[in-house]
Every structure is written in C-alpha cells, then in structure tokens.
C-alpha cells in the first residue's frame, strides 16, 4: 500500500504519477471518505475529552455527596455517543484501507509514457545474440523427445497447466535449485531458509498478492480457522518474517534466499502462452529478498 500520509495529503501527485499507467483516481471517492474520517475522528476525540471531564465531575461529585442521577445519565449518552463515533470510524477507516489497497504503485519518474511494450525504451543490452547453424526448438519440442518432458500423462493426473519432468530433466531441475542455492549463499552472503508454502491472508497483503490478484491465489477454507493460501512465490514468506517489526540498521541488510514450490491459479489466463511450461500452476523457483 502507498504511504497513507500521501494519499491523504498529495493526490495531486498520485493521480499524475498513475496516469502514466493509465489508471484513473476518482478525486470525489477519496476526497469524501477523507472528509468523513477527518470528521468523525474529531468527534470521536471530542467524546473522549467529555467522557473523561465527565468521570472527573462524576467523581467530585461522589466524594462531596452530591446527587449524581443526571451526571450518571448525561456520561451514559456521552459513552454511547462515543461507541456510535468509533464504529462509525473504524467502518470508514476500513473502507479506505480497501480502496487505498487497490492502488497501484507508482512508476520512476524515468519511466516512458506509452500504450504498450512498443513504446518502451531500451537501455541497455549484454551479449550478443548467437547465429545458429541448425533450426532452433523450443524447449517443449526438446524435452519430448525422450518423453522427459511429459504434458499429457500430467494433464491426465491434474488437468491443463502441469507438467511432468523426468529422467535427465527431473535431475537438471534439481541440480539447478541446488546450484543456485549454493552460489547464494557461498558468495553472495545469503541465508538460506526453508518457508511454509501456506501462508494467512494478511502475509500476502503485506507484499501486495491481496486483495488485487486474489483470483490469482489457491485458497484452502477452514471452518472456524483462517484460511490460508498457497504460495505464488517464496518472496511472501520471506519478506513477512519481519512483518510488523521495526529493525534496528545494525542488522541490515537481511538477505534470504529459498527454494519452494509456487502455485498460481492463472485465473484470465486462457489462451494465453499455454504451450509448454509458461503459466503453470505448479513450478519451482529459488527466491531471493
């Protein structure tokens, strides 16, 4: 989520920077919950001030024997007045969380306006594209050779989007996960850890997978418990080990590396990329944070 401070302070700025992205800020919305949250915080405060100048004379009055049936009935409206505010408050507060969760991020100012990846802008380029001698094949047609590389007998077992890798296939996938593990950590000063693959809603929150690409996620309901979700990518779990924690610079930086299996739904991904293993709902991946 964006800083609150500038939604609430220089939408302006917002706005303009989404643009960019083509998306559209409705000004009317935000500005309307923001008034409705300034106003009833200033009454909740408002309340809370009287409840407590209230028990203050309520309390004066006791001591000196007073009669307190008015003071008594006067603070009970007070108290319900300011449960009224709060829940009127944290409603509105709820609702612009919501809508401030559904904003994007804002591009560099670097960033090339455009309609698409035609007007993107090349910075740099490494290597030189290699000529080769022989018609080239993509990696479905090569792993099917042998039958190492098997969609069918997956489909069969899982539906679309799986595959199956065997013999020299299944080994090269291990030993990659296993190379890159041992490069981070052995020279790139990583710390290699082992994460759940079932994460709460409020992990992917944190890292932005919720609420905006929930149908992208694989959820397990439990009945009295909460739900939990699969995994789109270790980045979850391993940003979220710190979620909620203020770190001191002397331990800084914090890097992590980790091998896990990603499950992504690719919900509006029909007809899209579907030869091979592109958009697969099961693939393994070495994350770094």
Not at 232 to 259: R, Y
Request: aromatic share 6%.
């Amino acid at each position: 989520m964006l800083d609150p401070k500038l939604l609430r302070q220089d939408l302006d700025t917002v706005a303009a920077a989404l643009a960019k992205r083509h998306v559209t800020l409705d000004f009317d919305v935000w500005r309307s919950l923001e008034q409705k949250r300034r106003s009833l915080q200033m009454e909740a405060e408002r309340l809370q001030a009287e409840r407590n100048s209230g028990s203050k004379r309520f309390g004066q009055a006791k001591r000196a024997g007073e009669n307190t049936d008015a003071l008594a009935a006067e603070m009970a409206q007070v108290n319900a007045d300011l449960v009224a505010a709060e829940q009127a408050l944290a409603a509105v507060q709820s609702e612009w969380q919501a809508l401030a969760l559904s904003v994007p991020n804002l591009p560099h100012d670097t960033v090339p306006e455009g309609k698409g990846e035609d007007d993107n802008v090349e910075v740099r380029r490494w290597g030189k594209v290699p000529e080769l001698a022989f018609a080239a094949q993509d990696h479905v047609a090569l792993g099917e050779q042998h039958g190492w590389l098997d969609f069918e007998t997956a489909a069969k077992l899982s539906g679309a989007r799986f595959s199956i890798m065997r013999g020299p296939i299944a080994r090269l996938h291990r030993a990659l996960a296993q190379f890159m593990l041992n490069l981070h950590t052995s020279e790139h000063g990583y710390e290699e850890a082992y994460t759940p693959y079932l994460v709460q809603a409020s992990a992917l929150q944190g890292t932005g997978q919720l609420p905006k690409f929930e149908e992208d996620l694989f959820k397990i309901a439990r009945e009295g418990e909460a739900d939990l979700y699969l995994i789109p990518t270790a980045e979850v779990s391993l940003t979220n080990i710190v979620a909620g924690e203020i770190l001191d610079a002397k331990q800084l930086p914090l890097k992590f590396v980790a091998h896990t299996p990603c499950f992504r739904s690719e919900a509006g991904a029909s007809g899209r990329d579907t030869r091979g293993m592109i958009r697969q709902h099961q693939f393994d991946k070495v994350e770094m944070v």
